[in-house]
């Protein structure tokens, strides 16, 4: 049930690509206590991005999942912003994060929602 989208302007290679995914599949179901089964992630790069106007190394985020606490957003930006910083040398002021909270109702999966 968490979605995680990885959108940067840097351009990756296919296995930093696939390694990236990896590391974000494990760091997302530790941090929300999700088994990983659950967990998707998706990458797009080489997209064309400005941040303060600059095309500077970047990436924007988007992490959904049902029962997203608010308390543990500030636990998740510092651990995403870390990936992003080791795995494809985005600085952490260089990283926007959007976190969204979404009801079971309206999460749909195998033919149902949750």
């Known amino acids: 049930m968490p979605y995680l989208m990885i959108q940067t302007n840097q351009s990756i290679d296919e296995a930093d690509g696939k390694n990236l995914l990896q590391k974000a599949s494990s760091l ?3 941090e929300l ?3 990983e089964s659950y967990v998707m992630v998706a990458l ?7 941040f303060a106007g600059d ?4 990436a924007y985020l988007e992490l959904k999942s049902i029962g997203l606490p608010e308390a543990k957003t500030a636990q998740l930006s510092a651990a995403l912003c870390q990936l992003m910083e080791d795995s494809i040398g985005v600085g952490k002021e260089r990283v ?3 976190f969204a909270n979404a009801e079971r109702t309206m999460w749909g999966w195998n033919a149902a929602t949750f």
């Open 55 to 58: 095309d500077a190394p970047l």
């Open 96 to 98: 926007y994060i959007e």
């Open 33 to 35: 206590g999700k088994p």
């Open 28 to 30: 997302v179901a530790s």
């Open 44 to 50: 797009e790069d080489s997209t064309p991005m400005l």
